[in-house]
């Protein structure tokens, strides 16, 4: 039973929107992976991201990918690459995202190598970030989970204060920095997009952002929390840490980080019953804002609404309460300093 | 104080005798005789009795890698005729039939793999096999960890979960062809990433492919890498 599975049972909740998005996704997985199933290697991964890999596929839906390269220079990966453009069109119907992001071949080094400084592009840290937060592979995944480790390692390695002995809270600054960059600069690429956009399609990009872009920032969060929290007591947490034992927490994030957003989320939020009405209140708004998604016709109003007009479009208004009510739930789980995640998100995800 | 030594295969190919040469006038303790070809085991078995290996206190053998199913109750069977007290380190892919394996229990260690296999990889892979052979002892290839993973965190959850059943530790860089090759640089800094995760009683086999002038320095090297951690000052 999954985390989500579990923590629905005891709130007494009912997602039924979200577990119909999960079986949505599942099936567009298997259909993909049958359609893809002779092009991977070990050193190359089809990877998805967006609302497929969060386990959140509505009918509108896109499909964003890439063709994850790690290992020897092949020119026939273009061609690759192209077939599974050809797979993904028979899939859905939209392109992917005109920035260039998406569809199309990744090497590993700009994204195991580029973490900072020029050489880490909007593209570049885009990619690096929902590898790690939201993205799924298909077929082969050697090459897709050793990138992802070797990103941890660089975050990890380097984390000068996370193996220091004095340091007693053991959240990894680097990653987590990095994070709540990516977070900012999604909300920073949503004013650049309503600039150069502007106009239909801008309101739906800003009920996103508040929740579904939201959601695997708080995902990221919990994560980095989870090198302080998935240790039994104190005891075991200080021997961990005792020497530098990069190689052993990767392998804890890495297995943390393969669960999807919201199941990421149920997992660490399931062991602090003190915060389950706001818990609920999260998952509950979350899962009728995928309501909104799964029909169609409310979908589409939302995709073809006009900035302008969005004062008086009831849709848009249910969707913003939905919006204000994520926020509520989750400033009461993560701004509250009296409890731990409040600590931790003032002090480490504030300032 | 820890063992460590080389195979036979990485310093003279099949020539054992040659290696054992090598290596006579050499402070170590522990060795590999590696016959990794299936016509190289008869041999190497019936020489046992004239090797002087008296200066080893840990003495293991590499099993070949390749041999057909009919080849392997032949295999078994002189297996049967080495040393009790030897571990036979086998390649987990090479295995067809595990019943034959499993009347050698504990001296069978089983060896995880490089990444250009699709089995005996990771902990989870290595795990069916442990299932098969319930008392197989397990030899841990850091190079092939490092080459499947180079983050080794995938070193440390198979370190972690076979810990009990760890007999000896194979070292050497694997390159991108699955070539063992002379310790890079880069190697050593991963593998000391791991290293206290192996304690100081369980001896370490060099796979390195060097020359004979080149045998100590890699010796030297490897002793460097893996001293002065042990399994007790940190949590798995």
């Known amino acids: 039973m999954s985390a989500l599975a579990e923590l629905e049972t005891r709130l007494g909740a009912d997602w039924r929107n979200l577990l119909q998005a999960h079986k949505n996704a599942e099936e567009t997985l298997e259909t993909f992976t049958e359609a893809v199933k002779d092009v991977t290697t070990s050193d190359a991964s089809i990877i998805v991201f967006g609302s497929l890999a969060r386990f959140e596929l509505t009918p509108g839906s896109d499909i964003d990918w890439t063709l994850l390269l790690d290992g020897p220079s092949d020119p026939r990966h273009h061609h690759v690459s192209r077939k599974i453009a050809s797979a993904v069109r028979t899939l859905v119907d939209k392109d992917v995202g005109r920035e260039g992001t998406f569809g199309s071949l990744v090497s590993s080094h700009d994204l195991v190598n580029y973490i ?60 987590l920095n990095d994070m709540a960059r990516y977070w900012r600069t999604m909300t920073v690429d949503y004013a650049y997009k309503e600039r150069t956009r502007g106009g239909a399609g801008i309101p739906l990009r800003n009920i996103k952002l508040g929740l579904s872009r939201k959601l695997i920032y708080v995902s990221g969060l919990l994560a980095c929390y989870t090198c302080h929290l998935n240790f039994e007591d104190a005891m075991g947490r200080e021997k961990f840490y005792s020497q530098q034992n990069t190689a052993g927490l990767v392998a804890k994030l890495h297995e943390t980080l393969k669960m999807y957003p919201l199941e990421l989320i149920a997992s660490v939020l399931s062991k602090f019953p003190q915060h389950s009405s706001a818990t609920k209140q999260l998952f509950d708004t979350y899962d009728r804002f995928v309501g909104m998604l799964l029909d169609e016709n409310t979908r589409s109003g939302l995709e073809k609404l006009h900035s302008d007009n969005c004062a008086n479009d009831a849709t848009y208004q249910e969707a913003r309460t939905l919006r204000r009510e994520f926020q509520h739930a989750l400033s009461t789980i993560f701004l509250e300093k009296t409890s731990l995640l409040g600590e931790f998100t003032i002090r480490y995800g504030v300032f | 104080m820890r063992e460590i030594g080389f195979s036979t295969g990485a310093i003279a190919l099949d020539d054992y005798k040659q290696a054992l040469r090598y290596l006579a006038l050499l402070p170590t303790r522990a060795i590999e005789l590696s016959a990794l070809r299936f016509k190289e085991l008869r ?59 499993r009347s050698l229990s504990s001296r069978v260690a089983i060896e995880n793999m490089d990444r250009r296999k699709n089995c005996g990889r990771t902990a989870n892979e290595l795990s069916k096999y442990f299932e098969m052979l319930p008392n197989a002892k397990f030899c841990f290839d850091i190079g092939h960890a490092r080459q499947f993973d180079p983050s080794m965190a995938e070193a440390y ?78 949590a798995c």
């Open chain 2, 157 to 234: 959850t198979i370190l972690t979960a076979f810990s009990e059943r760890l007999v000896q530790v194979h070292v050497s860089e694997v390159d991108a062809q699955s070539r063992h090759a002379v310790i890079t640089y880069a190697a050593e800094l991963a593998f000391r990433e791991v290293a206290h995760l192996i304690p100081e009683h369980v001896p370490l086999i060099l796979e390195s492919r060097v020359s004979a002038e080149e045998i100590e320095r890699e010796l030297l090297k490897v002793a460097d890498v893996f001293a002065n951690h042990s399994l007790e000052t940190v």
């Open chain 1, 116 to 175: 900072g400084g020029e050489g880490d592009t909007n593209s570049n840290t885009t990619r690096r970030n929902l590898l790690l937060l939201e993205s799924r592979c298909i077929g082969n995944d050697d090459a897709y989970n050793r990138v992802k480790r070797n990103l941890l390692q660089r975050y990890l390695s380097e984390d000068s204060g996370l193996w220091r002995r004095e340091v007693t809270n053991k959240l990894p600054h680097f990653l």
């Open chain 2, 43 to 101: 041999p190497l078995v019936s020489a046992l009795a004239d090797l002087d290996l008296k200066k080893y206190t840990y003495i293991s053998m590499h099993v070949p890698s390749l041999f057909s199913a009919q080849e392997e109750v032949e295999l078994v069977s002189l297996l049967n005729e080495v040393p009790s007290s030897w571990a036979l380190i086998v390649h987990p892919d090479a295995i067809h039939n595990c019943e034959l394996w």
